[in-house]
């Protein structure tokens, strides 16, 4: 259906009254075929349920014609005359201001009373509320002249299987070439003779009359001509006389080869050629520009993400961009890095993968480089770049911070009334003791319950620090909880915050680890210089020398260590 | 009848018997003509055709044109594991078909008698050391080097920008060195592998138009890297409709546009510092200079200047190569279309170098005289003196060894697309100065 519309609306270009065009009835016919059909008019071609439906350029010009008058859909009944559709492509070819002066496409359609055509208009206040701008551009669709689409149309042709159809259609297109001006015709044998499609060629020729021919061959292109030499000399039978006599008589050869030589000539001066006299001087444009290629390449990084539409494609944008920082950062241009991401954070909607890719780049590392170069002298760019990560996303640069060894009062300020921003450090930082004292010295309100909260996670980074500050306000039970865990800086500081305590409770949980199974000898040497510095404690490890039931090797070591702590803490170093 | 011919004919039979039947006409014309080609070759004796490193042997002798025109078709016999090739007169139709079929990978078993492979009657010292440094060296290393740019890209991986960027570099070296063998070189054309040769191109045009203009070597450089690379998107974009008979729908249009996006995309990702600005031009030059092109530019200004030179090269090569859809275009007939589009499609200033740098006779034109013998151009510093290969006599006969002759303007009837005539103007580099 879209063939035969692209090929309606080919024909219709032709002639002054197509409906009387026997290739124009047969491509209506086989249009109203379709009755029910519903087209969607898209810039560029036709859609139907969704799916852009592949046609002729000719279909893909009709399309853009109807978007233009501000078509939503197309479709047709079987009433469908070839009067009027020949009627409705007349009015579509009038520019669109004309067609609005007379009321519409719609209006006039109605107005003149055609049958067997359904068309439905985009609803022009929400489309022009809506819809982008590039909608209403019509997409760049090379300008295929007249004689192209004719060799579309015997590309359709040659396609039809059944021989004697294929016969009748390819005399339709010859009553269509004769319909023609000499100049269009002659242009039309040159594409034709042009085309490396020597099947199409010859269906075309075979039919055609010797005197068709002999009127158009003094408007040939020299080339052309040759080739139509080439193809005489392959026509076997009579034929080949008539059509030599009818192009190579010899005196129209010579008329020829005389007008091809000043051809040549004019075209030369036509076009003014001049000499290659002296070489042009360089102009700025062609001069080296570190400077301006690397911004062009900046652009065009925006101009890519801006561009692509289908997501697969826009995760290998994000990739790109991500090289393009990395290999900057890596080099040192902090300037250059700053120009790459600024390209992308620039846009007002970036698409998703890339959106990611900002949050993402650059790394902690690379932050750290950034840092590191910014303390130097020369770290302009590298100083911009951290300020603009500090504006946008100050989370990112805080640890990194931290682990260069800013004071906390400075995280502190940095972290301004967002106490997220250091929590979220804590677990990237080399040294959380920052961090954590940061956000202690912010005094944000409820700090406390929160890290509280991250002790609780075994995977949370600084846990011994961490309860360092909080440990003092935390029940004996949950210390003595931590202090069974196996990550020996948490179970040690919480026996330090138990010992520190003095109570009798968390004196008898740290005897009872002492005493347990569970613990190695290093910890109950540990734990037992803890008790032997408080007096109950030391009564305990007093309690475990004495008795004298315990003899097995287990209590020789816990007596051995009781005896340890005893003695230094008995005799000070 | 040359080595050429062989390989014409024995490339269309191999091709004819992967899409169709043994029995089929065009196989069969396809082997006949390379039986008759062989034959009328070797006449009486034996041949031998070495492949060693890229390069073809005809006994001793290499083959340099034919190594870079056909070297699609010899790296797929190399890739067979066909090294030599032995023929003994005379050549029988059935062991030639063997052989072709067996080239073909539709064949598990090697010819025998008279036509053998792996016979290695000679030695590497017998065939001398190739010149590593030719100007066709160079054509085919920047071509092979692109091939695997596309690959790459492809695949999804980084291209191999260094090595693009020595490519480069030894092309521009030629540009130097012999602008006329260069623009020479810039005429080679093939059907297949049409982006390579095409690229390889249009990136010596852009060096051409970058020594006429005085251009600073780095400046260069980075022009012509970004002009071989301009295409390289197209690695993206499905294989079937870049060779497709016919003219593109709208979808198939929408698919082939992206191919601008997809090659910055891939630039990007894999380019040093410094190397980046190909995406610009990769972007760009299907941009056209009133902005009206393809992709939108989401940016105020015009495509760079780099980019409006590299597609004034591009649409030139691309008009006189011959395409699936169309013929190849005269010199003249394709600046004359470039000069149409000057001022919308093109940048003025850049078409008036290209016209000016090529002239109204380019190096490499074939010319038809009022003779009717046909030239080569191999330079024109004037219209009274255009300095020119006699390739074929009035009479019609070709020139194995063509002459030098000087031709004045008033004596040249037409400009003739090369194909047409079937003269490869690349084949007389060696006798160009
Ligand atoms: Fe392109």
Redo the contacts with the bound molecule.
């Keep these: 259906m879209v063939a035969a519309l692209g090929s309606a609306w080919t024909t219709a270009g032709l002639y002054p009254d197509v409906s009387k065009q026997e290739p124009f009835r047969v491509a209506a016919i086989r249009i109203s075929r379709y009755a029910g059909a519903e087209l969607r008019v898209r810039a560029g071609g036709f859609v139907i349920s969704g799916d852009p439906v592949p046609g002729p350029d000719a279909a893909g010009r009709l399309a853009n014609a109807l978007f233009l008058h501000g078509t939503e859909s197309l479709g047709f009944t079987q009433d469908l005359t070839p009067e009027s559709l020949a009627h409705l492509l007349k009015i579509v070819a009038l520019a669109p201001e004309v067609v609005d002066d007379q009321g519409g496409l719609e209006g006039m359609v109605a107005a003149a009373g055609l049958v067997g055509i359904r068309l439905t208009m985009r609803n022009q206040l929400a489309g022009l509320g809506g819809d982008t701008p590039e909608a209403f551009t019509v997409p760049d669709e090379p300008d295929i002249p007249l004689e192209m689409s004719f060799l579309d149309q015997l590309e359709l042709v040659a396609a039809q299987p059944d021989a004697d159809e294929r016969t009748a259609a390819v005399m339709g297109l010859i009553d269509e070439f004769t319909g023609l001006a000499p100049g269009s015709q002659a242009e039309l044998i040159d594409r034709l003779l042009g085309t490396s499609r020597a099947d199409l060629r010859d269906l075309f020729l075979d039919q055609l009359a010797p005197n068709d021919l002999a009127r158009v061959v003094e408007h040939l292109d020299p080339t052309a001509f040759r080739v139509l030499g080439e193809y005489v000399s392959y026509v076997e039978g009579p034929r080949r006389g008539e059509l030599t006599e009818a192009i190579g008589d010899p005196a129209s050869v010579l008329r020829f080869r005389a007008r091809v030589a000043e051809s040549v000539r004019e075209r030369m001066t036509g076009i003014q050629l001049a000499r290659p006299t002296s070489a042009a001087a360089p102009s700025a444009d062609f001069a080296v520009d570190h400077e301006g290629w690397f911004q062009a390449s900046t652009e065009v990084m925006q101009g890519v993400a801006l561009v692509e539409d289908r997501p697969d494609r826009q995760g290998r944008v994000a990739e790109a961009w991500k090289t393009r920082v990395d290999v900057s950062l890596a080099g040192q241009e902090d300037e250059q890095a700053l120009a790459w991401y600024n390209s992308i954070i620039d846009l007002d909607d970036p698409p998703d993968p890339l959106a990611e890719a900002v949050a993402q780049v650059p790394d902690t590392e690379q932050i750290k480089g950034l840092l590191e170069r910014r303390r130097a002298a020369a770290g302009i760019g590298a100083r911009e770049f951290v300020e603009l990560l500090m504006g946008s996303d100050p989370g990112r640069v805080i640890g990194p911070l931290a682990d260069a060894g800013e004071d906390s009062t400075h995280l502190a300020a940095l972290a301004g009334d967002d106490p997220e921003t250091l929590l979220g450090a804590i677990a990237s930082v080399d040294d959380p003791l920052p961090v954590i004292v940061a956000l202690k010295a912010a005094g944000y309100r409820g700090a406390d319950p929160r890290l509280i909260e991250l002790l609780d996670s075994p995977e949370t980074h600084g846990r011994a620090e961490i309860l360092v500050l909080v440990g003092p306000s935390l029940g004996v039970d949950r210390l003595g909880r931590l202090l069974l865990e196996e990550d020996e800086a948490v179970s040690r500081q919480a026996a330090e915050i138990l010992r520190r305590g003095r109570t009798t409770a968390g004196l008898n949980l740290l005897f009872q680890r002492f005493e347990s199974e569970d613990a190695d000898d290093p910890e109950r040497e540990f734990l037992a210089h803890l008790l032997a510095g408080t007096g109950d404690g030391a009564n305990l490890l007093k309690g475990v020398m004495t008795a004298s039931n315990l003899l097995t090797g287990h209590g020789r070591s816990l007596r051995a260590a009781a005896r340890s702590a005893l003695g230094s803490a008995e005799e000070p170093r | 009848m040359n080595t050429r011919s062989v390989l014409v004919s024995f490339r269309q039979a191999k091709n004819a018997m992967g899409l169709y039947p043994q029995e089929h006409p065009a196989v069969v014309s396809g082997v006949l003509g390379t039986l008759k080609a062989l034959r009328d070759t070797m006449a009486e004796s034996d041949m031998t055709l070495t492949l060693v490193q890229g390069h073809l042997y005809r006994e001793r002798e290499p083959q340099p044109h034919e190594s870079l025109e056909f070297s699609d078709l010899l790296a797929g016999l190399r890739g067979a594991g066909i090294e030599t090739v032995t023929f003994t007169a005379p050549v029988q139709v059935n062991d030639l078909r063997q052989a072709i079929a067996f080239s073909a990978g539709l064949s598990p078993d090697p010819p025998e008698q008279s036509v053998r492979f792996n016979e290695h009657p000679y030695s590497p010292e017998d065939l001398g050391i190739a010149d590593d440094d030719s100007p066709r060296v160079r054509y085919a290393a920047a071509m092979d080097t692109l091939k695997k740019a596309m690959l790459s890209v492809g695949h999804d991986d980084r291209i191999p920008m260094a090595d693009a960027t020595v490519a480069v570099e030894r092309l521009l070296e030629v540009t130097v060195a012999q602008p006329a063998a260069a623009l020479l070189l810039a005429t080679l054309k093939s059907h297949d592998g049409y982006t390579f040769y095409h690229s390889v191109n249009v990136a010596i045009l852009s060096l051409a138009m970058s020594q006429n203009l005085g251009m600073d070597p780095e400046a260069s450089k980075t022009l012509a890297l970004g002009a071989l690379l ?2 390289v998107g197209k690695a993206r974009v499905d294989a079937k409709l870049l060779n497709t008979a016919g003219r593109l729908g709208p979808d198939e249009w929408a698919e082939m546009r992206r ?2 996006q997809e090659g910055a995309t891939a630039i990007l990702a894999s380019a040093a510092p410094g190397q980046e600005f190909a995406a610009v031009v990769a972007f760009e ?2 941009a056209r200079y009133d902005r009206t092109g393809y992709p939108l530019l989401g940016y105020a200004r015009r495509p760079h200047p780099f980019s409006r030179l590299v597609t004034v090269c ?1 649409v030139y090569d691309a008009l006189t190569t011959r395409r699936s859809y169309r013929r190849a275009e005269s010199p003249t007939r394709a600046l004359l279309t470039l000069a149409k589009g000057a001022g919308t499609e093109f940048d003025p200033a850049m078409v008036d170098l290209l016209v000016s740098m090529v002239g109204v006779h380019p190096v490499g034109a074939v010319l038809e005289l009022e003779d009717q013998s046909l030239v080569v151009v191999t330079a024109a510093p004037n219209t009274e003196r255009i300095e020119a290969l006699l390739v074929q006599t009035a009479s019609g006969e070709r020139l194995t060894t063509p002459e030098p002759v000087i031709v004045d303007e008033k004596r040249v009837v037409e400009q003739l697309p090369a194909d047409i005539v079937d003269v490869q103007p690349s084949e007389f580099l060696d006798l160009v100065g």
Aim: no cysteine; glycine share 0%.
């Design positions: 301009h295409d191919h601008p030059h299907h591009d």
